[in-house]
């Protein structure tokens, strides 16, 4: 198991450092370069004019000037030893203020939205399987193809709109007008639940799908199998061999994709936040995307890139707790 | 039906259909046996007979879709009395009692009928606990979780498991394919059941372990004194297990009577195709020759005699007509067969 | 479900047509009897029509305007009103006031007056696929403008924005698959077949493009886009970013069918008869599992048109004045649009009903293209 564990997280170690390359690519790829952007913000309109020889000095002040190689070491050294993500001139600040708290509250809508997911996939999908060609069942396969092709910010729509017109509310936002400035407290920590319930409902309505069909195929699959019978035939109550054979076997496919999941989540978050006006990270790299304020979509994208395959990290873990084949053949 | 007043299990005119999307199966069709206490009835026939339904019908074990006859009858004689299993309630406290507990079965892929996420000695335990009453009643002991560890210990001790204390925390598919049918069948008998059903146990084994797992299950049967429904494809398992013999092909009884008759002078032509299929010494040298066609889907159940379509000896006229009823040969032999004067009676 | 494959007929002369049918014939007769599928592939059908005659059949050009009705809404073909009964569907004229208080123009309906609608009427001259001049469009009022969607925030007609931007979404789709396609069959191929450490290497590679996710890994390419690209560039560099990022999927799966069948008999056969290794892809094993192939990206489809749709639509994708799915999406973006005009999320029904009949079409495929599949549902 220890050295199961080591595998994985040396696995993670070079991912990560394949991923931080392709960042920096990706950082390095729009047209122009940091100090062209930087001059062009800081003195466009001012009526000062900025010749070759400034931008030249702010690209030697940026180390602009160094090669690639060079650029990259200095960017995922700074990472690495400092947790330093490089400069944000969109907001005339360093990368780390911007995202600051916005990271936390991008973990715990993640978290809430794959708690939601689960608890809402694993039963339904169980009981689907269970009741297989019942009307519910054919209810159930109709929500999850909707929930496959109504993409999310549109339900997000319909849920602000339905928020509007029936409770009078907004539901934008993380926080009501009489929290926003508050300390934390109780209080101001409940309001912030009652807001993510939506975003977390818009986020998990189509991986809640996905999953549905993956727990419903899987435990069908589980419930033919022999040792359910086996299991019957020593007399133990239905509900226990239910939940004891086939429902512990069916969620592992759910367990392997969690990783998969918080990709999905992330894909869409962006645009859920823009359409919910949601301040974490999805908006803010939509807005630095836009900006090209590229540091600060490098320090995203590396966060929620580095949160994915700790989140593989995690689901290898805990197949492996679950499943004693994994876990013997020593990964 | 002759009086079976000793009988431990008796079956009488069981039928199980299926509703599937081509229509309705009729996979077990009027079949009558009974098992009587300490000793072995054998169920022979090809896959597809309806020999596996007819037993799992026993413990009540079919899928959604099926349908027992309201006539059939399955009465099970304890000491507590004697009980309908046809007519107990679905998902019932008897019915949960009589499974792994007066009766226990064991099944064809030892691989398949363990969960491989539990430990064997996790799976014993749970069936030992949830049948704590019925060893109570037969042993005069209550077991607690330890006690019920002990005794999962000491069963695969008696299967023939070395090292059963080490090998009862291992998961399944870290033992043989032996190995765990031993462990499958330490587990079915570790409740002491007065009849064990055994669908094709040692199939799916090779034929020198196949050897072992019989010579166990005759031995155990013995000391424990419990009775045997034996299901196979194969004579020669029967011919060396078996007291009495059923022969089933498309979910009736063709033929039955005491097994060393059965076999020295079948009397169904179906029999007499599925002795042929017997590899023997003397015979090794020629081709086996093996039952011609292929049993018909149950879907178009031929009319009359089901045999009649592969048949060498069927009466055109006769056995496509008309269904033979059960003759007797003597007191303890019967055969459907028009070849044997088997008129509807 | 039956474990038989359904349609398998019993003996006779229906027999011998099934036994002797070729694969592709078996596949046809399984999915015609798929209703879900056949819909599916129906309102694809539809909808690639639509596109391709965009020209003809918008009654208007996408970007024509009609200041008379600005914010206008949907107007329903009907049959009858208050002056009685009509064969030929009608919808009411427009007559512009002046709000008495604000003074601006607003278009109230003249239930008193109607506008006919007829076939193949002339109307604003085009060329059709950018060849053929053209003035006949399928459908208009002789008088006055319909817009059977309603209008935009400066007038324009919806339905006929929607005909073209429902040739540039699924063109965009078709094209983004096809690359993914392409690309997967090609490097997922090479590492399927030859394994080893080629294989290896792929593999990894794939793992750490999936990783990233999608639409962020997306939209960092999109903004790499020079400002002064022009549509058509955009809109090309666009498939090749959705092609790109859509290979590995696609390339593992491929790569699963061909281990699988890099272990068959008949490749070993072939082997031994001293074929080569290409011969051997492409003559025994891509046949195999062409079906696969085919099942496969139609089942990327949604993915691609959801992505393009989810950039454009928060402007990091196709950039107006061409016309998709997303960019339409752009207008009702908050909820003060859709309260206002809740006829601009139409654009969004289609992004579902295409999405739901790529769905359904691919289930069905996939149930139909493998002959020994038994339907687990």
Redesign the interface.
Known sequence: MLRFLIQRAVGMVVTMFFVSIMVFVIMELPPGDYADRYAFRKFSGTGVSVTESDIESIRKRFGLDRPAWERYLTWIGGIVTRFDFGPSFAFETSANAVIGQRAGLTVVLLLGTLLLTYLLSIPIGIYAALHRQSPADYGLTVVSYLGLAIPNFMLALILLYLGVRYFGTTVGGLFSPEYTQAPWSWGKFADLLRHLLVPAVVLAWSATALQLQTVRATMSDELAKLYVDAARARGLPEWKVILKYPARLAINPVVSTIGFDVNRIFSELPIVALVMSLPELGELLIKSFLDLDMYVAGAILLMLTAIIVFMNFVSDVVLALLDPRIRLEGG | MTANGGALLEITDLGVSFTTDEGMVRAVDGVSLAVHPGRTLGIVGESGSGKSVATKAVIRLLPANARIDGGSRILLRRAEGEIDIARLPAGGRELRRLRGGDIGMIFQEPMASFSPVYTIGNQMIEAILAHRDHLDRRLGRRFDRRAARDHAIRMLERVGMSNARLRIDQYPHELSGGMRQRAMIALALSTHPSLLIADEPTTALDVTIQAQILDLMLELQRELGMAMLFITHDMGVIARIAEEVAVMYLGRIVERGPTREVIRDPAHPYTRGLLAALPRVETSRRRLTPVPGDIPSPLQRPAGCPFHTRCPRRMPGLCDREVPADTALDARRSVACHLFGGRAS | ??T?PPGRP?HGEEALRYYTASQWQLVWWRLRRHRAAMAGAFVLLLFALMGLFADFVAPYGGTTRDRDYIYGPPQIPRFRDGNGFSFRPFVHALKTERDPVTLRKIARIDTGKRRYIYFFVKGEPYRLFGLVPARTRLFGVREGKIHLFGTDDLGRDLFSRLMYATGVSLSIGVLGVLLAGGLALVIGGIAGYFGGWIDYGIQ?FT???????????Y??????F?REWSNIQVYFAMTVILGLVGWPTLARRLRGHLLAQRNEDYVLAARLSGASSAWIIRKHMLPSFTSYIIVDVVISF?YVI?SE??LS????GLRPPTMSWGILLQD????RA??QAPWL?LP?LF???A??AF??LGDGLRDAADPYSVR??
């Open positions: 479900m039956s038989e019993g990894r793992e750490i493009v999936r990783v990233v996710p999608v639409i962020p890994l939209m960092g390419l999109a903004a790499a020079p949604p959801l749709t989810a639509f928060i402007g990091l009702a973006q908050n909820v859709i309260e999320f969004a992004v579902i009903v999405v739901l769905t359904v687990k549902r």
